[in-house]
C-alpha cells in the first residue's frame, strides 16, 4: 500500500508502509510500485522513515529516476534522514535526486491512502 498526496502536477508519496530500509531484497518492490507512477507523472518520494541504504537501494532510486527522465517526468527524494542524506551526497546524487525547493521544509503533506 502507498499512501500520497497530489499537488499540482507532483505527487507525493510516502515509502511503502513499514519500509525501514532501502537495501537488497526489498528494492525490487519498491522498482515494481513505484514505476507506474514515475512513468505517468512528477514524483517525489518521502523517505523520512527510511533509516538505512545500500548500493541495491540507490540502484532503485537511479532506475526510478531514469524511468521518469525517460518519459519526461521528474522523480525526486524529500525528507531524507541524516544517515541516507550523508550516503547520497558521498555517491554524488544528492545534486540529481534531493528536492532543494523552500516548501519542503516542515512541510506537513496530508496521506491518502491508495492500492499499489
Not at 6 to 19: H, V
Not at 29 to 54: S, Y
Not at 70 to 85: A, E, I, Q, S, W
Amino acid at each position: 500500500m502507498i499512501c500520497s498526496h497530489s499537488t499540482g502536477n507532483e505527487l507525493k508519496i510516502a515509502a511503502p508502509f513499514g519500509m525501514t530500509e532501502l537495501v537488497r531484497g526489498n528494492d525490487h518492490c519498491l522498482v515494481a510500485q513505484m514505476e507506474p507512477l514515475v512513468r505517468r507523472q512528477n514524483v517525489a518520494l518521502d523517505l523520512n522513515t527510511v533509516d538505512r541504504i545500500d548500493a541495491a537501494g540507490i540502484s532503485a532510486l537511479i532506475s526510478l529516476y531514469g524511468c521518469a527522465h525517460d518519459t519526461g517526468h521528474k522523480f525526486r527524494l524529500y525528507n531524507v534522514t541524516p544517515r541516507v542524506m550523508e550516503i547520497l551526497s558521498l555517491v554524488g546524487l544528492d545534486i540529481i535526486l534531493l528536492a532543494h525547493a523552500p516548501e519542503d521544509s516542515g512541510m506537513r503533506v496530508r496521506m491518502a491512502r491508495s492500492a499499489a
